[in-house]
């Protein structure tokens, strides 16, 4: 098996058509193993993984305080 050494000296001798077509190969695989929510994952797993998170920073709300008074628009 190469190194990625070895792989990247024998890529560089490679005309640039070829390099093109290894770059898109190398997306299109990489795109595919993107990970992703599986069909089967439900909305109650995900709470039940994300709960908590929060736990230490909570959110809060703040009072909403005065807007500034505009005149009507006609």
């Known amino acids: 098996m190469s190194t990625i050494h070895e792989l ?3 890529v560089d001798r ?5 390099k093109w077509q290894l770059v898109k190969h190398v997306l299109d ?3 595919q193993e993107q990970t992703v929510p599986t069909p ?3 909305y109650h797993d995900f ?3 994300t709960y908590g998170v929060l736990r230490d ?4 709300r703040w009072e909403q305080g005065n807007y ?3 005149e009507p628009l006609e």
């Open 8 to 10: 990247i000296e024998e």
């Open 14 to 18: 490679l005309p640039a058509a070829d």
């Open 29 to 31: 695989t990489l795109e």
């Open 40 to 42: 089967t994952s439900n």
């Open 47 to 49: 709470l039940r993984e």
């Open 57 to 60: 920073a909570p959110i809060e």
């Open 68 to 70: 500034e008074e505009r």
